[in-house]
């Protein structure tokens, strides 16, 4: 497999380039309102907003993360709340909560098998796979696409593999295929199919792309919304960034390097994605404070009886994850980590080590994470 993205031997790809549009939109009807009735609507415009809860006065809106931590939780200790901005619309702050509570409830159903190698593939291993996702990233970097793509695209391909036998020569096209979906899902201008088979050096024809497309489209149910770790590492870096431990731009890329290495290997697909962004941003401080407890936010010392308390309410609260829980996933990526300058799949490597990344690939990753950093203390 040649992983240059403007050459490839053994792949190819095409998209359709026309969107089912609907052949005319009916106007909605007018019923024009009667003079003597605005005192009335008036009226149900007020019950309604009081019933909303929508205030021009966005300080006395109350945090349902804030509210249900405090009920919860036993400890003192004060999360920090990073729904605040109610004054930008696109951080919904007052449904944030909400949207991250359904995205951990349906992570689940929108995973790949953890088996499929094994279990059905018979022409294609984990290597090839990883060969493929290493050309996707330079695919995705050579269009500019958005990381939800790449993290989309390598989903589909996942799930599609844990149901259907794949041939090694067209796994490629499989990939191209579930790129142009993901393109077509996320971007606002996604790249046309000739563009997909241009960068497959025209191994595959446009027909081809486009009955994978139709294929893989069918196979998945046409479900295509799924939750992947760069949906929750938004959230937990907002999290971790309220700390303000580490400078916030270095543990952003930082945790967005380590959670993309983690899609090269076939077998992190045993961990949630939701595990995976947690453990990232839990290696990513380790790596910038090594000195430091990555998931304490504060000691505190009972006198009586002495007990050294950890406290860390704001991560343990947006996580949902204690340090022991992200064990087994930190110890993976960290072995990601660190063998990453050895890789022979570099594409992610020498992606993060550009300035606009902060240079983070170049990160000294130490060569153990003391255990003690991941005792439960406190809880």
């Known amino acids: 497999m040649d992983v240059s993205p403007s050459k490839s031997d053994d792949f190819s790809i095409s998209l359709d380039e026309s969107m089912s549009t609907c052949d ?13 009735e605005i005192t009335a609507i008036d009226s149900i415009n007020k019950k309604t907003l009081s019933n909303l809860y929508i205030s021009d006065h966005v300080e006395s809106a109350e945090n349902m993360c804030i509210r249900d931590a405090l009920a919860d939780m036993e400890t003192d200790d004060k999360i920090v709340d990073v729904d605040d901005n109610y004054q930008d619309p696109q951080l919904c702050a007052t449904i ?12 689940m159903k929108k995973r790949p098998s953890t088996d499929f190698m094994d279990r059905v593939q018979k022409d294609v291993n984990a290597s090839m796979r990883a060969i493929l996702v290493d050309w996707l990233v330079e695919v ?10 790449l993290y989309l695209t390598v989903n589909y391909i996942d799930r599609y593999m844990s149901g259907n036998v794949m041939n090694r020569q067209r796994l490629q096209l499989l990939g191209v295929a579930c790129m142009m979906i993901a393109a077509k899902y996320e971007e606002i201008c996604a790249p046309q199919v000739e563009e997909f088979c241009y960068i ?10 486009l009955e994978m497309e139709s294929t893989v489209l069918n196979y998945l149910k046409f479900e295509m919304t799924a939750p992947t770790a760069k949906c929750f590492l938004r959230r937990f ?17 930082l945790a967005n390097y380590i959670a993309e290495l983690s899609l090269l290997e076939y077998s992190m ?19 910038l404070l090594p000195s430091k407890k990555p998931w304490v936010l504060k000691l505190t010392i009972i006198p009586d009886p002495p007990f050294l308390l950890q406290q860390n309410s704001t991560l ?6 204690k340090p022991v829980d992200l064990s087994d996933c930190v110890k993976d990526l960290h072995r990601l980590c660190c063998g990453g300058h050895n890789s022979t799949l570099p594409a992610i490597r020498e992606k993060y080590s550009q300035h606009k990344y902060k240079f983070v690939a170049k990160k000294y990753c130490p060569p153990s994470i003391p255990g003690e950093f991941f005792q439960n203390l406190g809880w």
Do not use: W
Request: net charge negative; proline share 5%; hydrophobic share 35%.
């Open 24 to 36: 005319s939109f009916k106007s909605p009807e007018i019923e024009y309102i009667d003079s003597n």
């Open 96 to 107: 944030a909560c909400d949207i991250y509570k359904h995205l951990r409830a349906s992570e």
């Open 140 to 149: 995705a970097e050579e269009y500019r696409l958005v990381p939800d793509t």
């Open 200 to 209: 497959t050096d025209n191994t595959y024809f446009r027909d081809e792309v």
């Open 237 to 253: 870096v907002r999290a971790a960034q309220g700390i303000n431990e580490v400078p916030s731009m270095q543990l952003e890329c």
């Open 269 to 287: 697909l045993c961990y949630a994605p939701s595990l995976v962004a947690a453990s990232a941003i839990f290696l990513a401080k380790y790596i």
């Open 316 to 321: 343990q609260h947006y996580t949902l994850y």
